[in-house]
């Protein structure tokens, strides 16, 4: 029985984030209160509290069921272990580029975060939770280039501290532009092109 009510509870939770989705997408984050994800949802205000504090931390559990398994590939790239740290980067930040297109789900999430959220006092949670997010890329790509540069593999005069702030914003450039008109380019293919040209810019010699 504790087993069964275990997985109602989790079946609940999957669907209040289902819906929170659904609901920040059509109306915006700001503009969408719990009661109204409650009632997408079928359930009562109190069900949506019992498992999420506010309105914050849905939404970062709603990002985080999208967002976690790309951004995984992506900090794997500071690991020390890695023989190609520059093809670790350029494969995980491909990914995120490829899902982006062909998961409807991820491209929802993506565009609810560039453009349906409203940073204010009542959402500051969000926004920490994207500049930590922001953070950790960039200082994983960083390790990655360092990696690299031990190896003999970069040979570039830019920092890699520089070179990772200019993929995260390469990458970020790319998918807003993508998402405001998808008809206009191909973004894994184009991304591709663009990633590729980048990396041999940053490493050329002065």
């Given amino acids: 029985m504790a087993r069964s009510t275990k997985a109602d509870a989790q079946r609940t939770r999957e669907r209040i984030l289902d ?3 659904r609901e920040f997408h059509r109306r915006g984050v700001s503009r969408t209160s719990l009661e109204q994800v409650a009632r997408a949802a079928g359930v009562t205000r109190g069900a949506v509290y019992w498992h999420f504090r506010n309105k914050a931390d849905l939404f970062n559990a709603m990002m985080n069921r999208v967002t976690l398994p790309l951004e995984s590939e992506i900090l794997r790239s500071g690991e020390r272990a890695l023989d190609d740290p520059v093809a670790q980067i350029r494969g995980s930040f491909l990914a995120a580029l490829r899902a982006t297109v062909k998961d409807p789900q991820a491209r929802r999430v993506f565009e609810i975060a560039l453009f349906k959220v409203e940073h204010g006092n009542a ?3 969000v926004r920490e ?5 922001l953070r950790g890329r960039v200082d ?7 990696s690299a540069a031990r190896r003999h593999a970069w040979t570039g005069s830019v920092s890699p501290r520089v070179a990772a702030l200019g993929m995260q914003s390469l990458i970020d450039g790319l998918i807003s532009n993508w998402m405001l008109d998808p008809t206009a380019f191909d973004l894994a293919r184009v991304g591709e092109q663009a990633i590729d040209a980048y990396l041999r810019g940053v490493q050329a010699k002065a």
């Fill in 129 to 133: 939770r994207r500049l930590n997010g």
């Fill in 19 to 21: 819906m929170a989705e």
């Fill in 123 to 125: 959402l500051r949670g």
């Fill in 140 to 146: 994983n790509v960083e390790r990655g280039f360092r």
